[in-house]
């Protein structure tokens, strides 16, 4: 399975960015995707989750702001980022756990950076 990660780069604060997330090779649909993200001297951390059923789960820093989304035609999560700020700078990976697998996999990360 791979996953490609893209939608990254430099954005101004109050701007709008989407993340994308597709996974390919080998499975049917993800049962749960997520979005991740680490800052310089930071620990990582999750930013939002969806389930197969479509629950989402958001960080409390990115609630109101930052939307998880999918689509199971193509097998890709999204990460709609409204209201970014620069605290919200990092390199943002994503999960996604296939349905019937065990564990999951982890794409590569793409740099988001909030400046003006």
């Known amino acids: 399975v791979q996953l490609q990660a893209s939608g990254g780069g430099l954005v101004q604060p109050g701007g709008s960015l989407r993340l994308s997330c597709a996974a390919s090779?080998?499975?049917?649909?993800?049962?749960?995707g997520g979005w991740y993200r680490q800052a310089p001297g930071k620990q990582r951390e999750s930013v939002a989750t969806?389930?197969?059923?479509?629950?989402?789960n958001y960080a409390a820093s990115v609630k109101g702001r930052f939307t998880i989304s999918r689509d199971n035609a193509k097998n890709t999560v999204y990460l709609q980022m409204n209201s970014v700020k620069p605290e919200d700078t990092a390199v943002y990976s994503c999960?996604?756990?296939?349905?019937?697998?065990?564990?999951?996999?982890w794409g590569q990360g793409t740099q988001v950076t909030v400046s003006s």
């Open positions: 969806i389930y197969s059923g479509g629950t989402t």
């Open positions: 090779g080998g499975i049917s649909r993800i049962n749960v």
């Open positions: 999960y996604v756990l296939p349905t019937g697998w065990a564990s999951g996999v």
